[in-house]
C-alpha cells in the first residue's frame, strides 16, 4: 500500500434514501465504445441500478473499488454502472486494461458528482474536481433507496455490510 496522507473530506450534500437520484446524461463507457446515455435510460431498461463513485481511473483508490466488485460479481448480482471524473478515452483504456465487466459513466468535469453533492477538490488543485467515493443504490423510479459516502480521502466502503443493506448477498 503506497504511504499517503488521509484527508478529511468534511460533510456530504449527498441524496439520501427517499429522495430522488439526480438524473444526468454523459458518455457511458465499455471497454470498445461509447455513447451519450442517461440515467434514467439505464434504470428504464434495467431496473433497480447500483451506482458507483470513483476518483479519476488513474487513482488506486478506483482500482480498489473495481477490483473488489469484480472480485465479488457483483455484475451478476445487480446492474452496476460507475461514474468517473475520466474522459471517456481514460475510461475505455481503464476498463479494458482490467477487464472489468462494468460500463462506467465518464464525467470528466465531474458535473454529476456536484448533483450529488460529493465533489471535491483533489489535492488543492485548482480547477481538479472529482467524486468522493460513494454508491447509490437507485429504484426503478429513481429514488434513491440507500447510500454510503465516503468522509475521507481515501475511503472504501465495507463491503460485506453494503452487500447485505442493498440486497446484494
Do not use: C, Q
Not at 8 to 30: H, S, W
Request: proline letters at 8%; charged letters at 30%; glycine letters at 8%.
Amino acid at each position: 500500500m503506497p504511504d499517503f496522507e488521509v484527508v478529511d473530506l468534511g460533510p456530504a450534500d449527498n441524496p439520501e434514501a427517499g429522495d430522488e437520484a439526480p438524473d444526468f446524461t454523459r458518455p457511458l463507457v465499455t471497454d470498445e465504445y461509447w455513447e451519450n446515455r442517461s440515467l434514467s435510460e439505464l434504470v428504464a431498461e434495467h431496473g433497480r441500478t447500483i451506482v458507483v463513485f470513483t476518483p479519476m481511473t488513474g487513482s488506486f483508490l478506483a482500482k480498489y473499488v473495481w477490483d473488489e466488485l469484480a472480485e465479488r460479481g457483483w455484475d451478476e448480482k445487480a446492474h452496476v454502472v460507475g461514474v468517473t471524473a475520466s474522459t471517456p478515452y481514460g475510461v475505455k483504456r481503464f476498463l479494458e486494461d482490467n477487464e472489468y465487466p462494468f460500463t462506467v459513466f465518464a464525467d470528466p468535469a465531474a458535473d454529476v458528482a456536484r448533483d450529488y453533492g460529493i465533489d471535491h477538490d483533489l489535492d488543492g488543485m485548482a480547477g481538479i474536481t472529482e467524486p468522493r467515493p460513494a454508491v447509490f443504490a437507485v429504484g426503478e423510479d429513481l429514488t434513491v433507496e440507500d447510500a454510503w459516502v465516503g468522509t475521507d480521502w481515501p475511503d472504501f466502503p465495507d463491503y460485506d455490510d453494503l452487500e447485505e443493506r442493498f440486497g446484494l448477498e
